[in-house]
Nanobody, 116 residues
Framework: QVQLVESGGGLVQPGGSLRLSCTAS????????MGWYRQAPGKQRELVSS???????NYGDGVKGRFYISRDNAKNTVYLQMNSLKPEDTAVYYC??????????WGQGTQVTVSS
């Protein structure tokens, strides 16, 4: 079993930055790929970014060049640095992990609201 605990969401003005963190506990194999998805009201959940234990990274459409993912394997923690935030980035952000895609485990979600 894997538990994912997220932190760092909140309210930010357009153009601002936020950093999300997610710390995991569980089997190493289930933490091979960690990442972030988001779901806005009325929309499907979509990939934001994922990173493997070896450092291979994927980004979803619309966040490249603004969001950056990293992880600390020793701490089983994944981070998402979000810069130049836009109102359309408003969503619930979910941490995820698994040995492959789609993810096997999800966090409880953290709200990110971009508004003036």
């Amino acid at each position: 079993q894997v538990q994912l605990v997220e932190s760092g969401g909140g309210l930010v003005q357009p153009g601002g930055s936020l950093r999300l963190s997610c710390t995991a506990s569980g089997s190493i194999s289930s933490l091979y790929r960690m990442g972030w998805y988001r779901q806005a009201p009325g929309k499907q959940r979509e990939l934001v970014s994922s990173i493997t234990r070896g450092g291979n990274i994927n980004y979803g459409d619309g966040v490249k060049g603004r969001f950056y993912i990293s992880r600390d394997n020793a701490k089983n923690t994944v981070y998402l640095q979000m810069n130049s935030l836009k109102p359309e980035d408003t969503a619930v952000y979910y941490c995820s992990s698994g040995s492959t895609l789609p993810p096997d485990y999800w966090g409880q979600g953290t709200q990110v609201t971009v508004s003036s």
